[in-house]
Each structure stands twice: as C-alpha cells, then as structure tokens.
C-alpha cells in the first residue's frame, strides 16, 4: 500500500495560484510514484486545478462538504457537485471544521454521503492541548471514532488523519510538535479502535496519516513509522518545493 500525501492548502491561493502550483510542482516531483498524492484547494480553485491534474497521477480533493446532494443550503458544496468537477477524496472532521461547531454527528453524515457518491473521506480526528494535558488523548479519539464511523460500512475507502490539535499553531501556544514517537502511539491506537470496531484485516488495511505539523525537517522520520501510512499537510504544502520534499520521504 503507497502512502498518501494530501496537501490541505486551506483558505490559500487563487485559481491563477493554484495552477502555477501545480504546474511547478508537477516539474519538481517528477512523477511522484513513491505516494498517492492529493491537493486540496478552496472551492474556487477545484475546477482550474481538475484540468491541470488530468495531466498526471495526482488526485484532487476538496477540503469539506454538504451531505446533501441538493437542496436550500445556501454556500454550501454538495457531493454530486465534487464529483462533477472531479473529486476523488474529500477532507471531513478537520479540527478548523470543528472548532467552529461541527459535530462527529454531522461528520458522520458526511462520511456516509461521501461513500454513497464514490468520494474517499480523509477523516480527521484528534485532541487539543488542554485534553492532551489532562491525559485524555485514548479517550477522545475513541469516542471521536465510534461517532464519526457509526453505520459506516466501507471503512477500507475511509483515509483516517490523526490529527493532534495541540502540534499545530492554533492549537497549542507553544507549538510543541509530536514526535515520532507520539505520533506512532496514537496511530497504533487507532489502528487497535479499528480493528476493535471492524476486524483485523480492515485494521491492516485502512491508511492512517499524520496531520499534526508535517514538513520537510520531520517528514522522513514521521513516514518512517510503522503505523504510519502518510501525511495530511498544512502550511509546508503551500510551497511546491516544500510539499515535494515531503512527498520524496514517502518511499
């Protein structure tokens, strides 16, 4: 199983940007055949960045979504409307989506409308630093992942993204990023919660990634971990070199 990359450039770049991103970094990686890799750009950026992708092997996603496929949602992106435009994955559960509200009821419904239109969820889970320091980190992503994957058959298409609120700048005011050594506890854990909920065999073979701070100074000791199947990038994939360097540790 290659290991997944996933750029998650947040409320970055224009359509014009986003292209000259690609473009570059399409130079730079040179095919990139060690990882799977996927760029998520804001909405108005999908569709200029599905033409230039057709090019290659790198796989679009979107950074959220509606689990509607239609209706009187106004500003909101449906499922349909992501495949259309050429969507493979979605990201869902991210700790900026939560931090203004979503629940893991909604994420939920969300993971199930992206399996029902043919759309891989990255589904983010993870404790913040004050749960962290109250030593509630098992506690929190096993009830964030019995919720979130309630009636959800398909787990083998759910990318899983442990996501520590407290290795990010928004999270922590330190910024203390996990190492190693954190990262592959808590996705070990979360391998043993999947296989708990599902079988072993579903445990063996769902993608669990880091998303916690990635960058090129870390990467290849992340993505040398057992349990570590690739990374969910912030800040370090808005930069092509950057984000290939990252890429290039994926072996």
């Known amino acids: 199983m290659k290991k997944l990359i996933a750029a998650n450039w947040k409320m970055n770049k224009t359509g014009e940007e986003a292209v000259s991103f690609v473009?570059?970094?399409?130079?730079?990686?040179?095919?990139?055949?060690?990882?799977?890799?996927?760029?998520?750009?804001?909405?108005?950026a999908l569709s200029a960045v599905s033409a230039e992708l057709k090019k290659s092997n790198i796989k679009l996603g979107a950074q959220n979504m509606h689990h509607e496929?239609?209706?009187?949602?106004?500003?909101?992106?449906?499922?349909?409307?992501?495949?259309?435009i050429g969507c493979e994955?979605?990201?869902?559960?991210?700790?900026?989506?939560?931090?203004?509200?979503?629940?893991?009821?909604?994420?939920?419904k969300k993971i199930i409308s992206a399996l029902k239109n043919n759309l891989k969820p990255i589904l983010c889970i993870g404790e913040t630093h004050e749960q962290r320091l109250k030593v509630e980190t098992?506690?929190?992503?096993?009830?964030?992942?019995?919720?979130?994957?309630?009636?959800?058959?398909?787990i083998q298409k759910v990318v899983i993204a442990y996501e520590p609120v407290w290795a990010i700048s928004r999270g922590n005011p330190s910024q203390k990023a996990a190492t190693k050594d954190d990262a592959e506890e808590a996705h070990?854990?979360?391998r043993k919660?999947?296989?708990?909920?599902?079988?072993?065999?579903?445990?063996?073979?769902?993608?669990?990634?880091?998303?916690?701070?990635?960058?090129?100074?870390?990467?290849?000791?992340?993505?040398?971990?057992r349990n570590i199947d690739g990374g969910l990038v912030g800040n370090a994939s808005l930069d092509a070199k950057s984000f290939a360097e990252i890429v290039k540790c994926a072996k």
């Not at 949602?73 to 409307?81: A, D, H, V, Y």
């Not at 079988?199 to 971990?225: C, H, Q, V, W």
């Open 188 to 190: 070990l854990f979360i």
């Open 138 to 154: 098992q506690d929190v992503l096993e009830n964030q992942l019995i919720k979130c994957l309630q009636n959800v058959e398909q």
């Open 69 to 84: 496929a239609s209706g009187a949602f106004t500003g909101e992106i449906s499922p349909l409307m992501l495949k259309e």
């Open 193 to 225: 919660l999947v296989g708990g909920i599902y079988d072993e065999k579903s445990a063996r073979e769902t993608r669990i990634i880091y998303g916690g701070s990635m960058k090129p100074e870390n990467a290849e000791e992340l993505l040398s971990m």
């Open 23 to 44: 473009k570059e970094f399409g130079k730079t990686i040179k095919g990139g055949k060690n990882a799977e890799i996927v760029i998520c750009p804001p909405f108005t």
């Open 89 to 108: 994955y979605v990201i869902l559960g991210h700790s900026d989506r939560r931090a203004i509200g979503e629940t893991d009821s909604l994420i939920n």
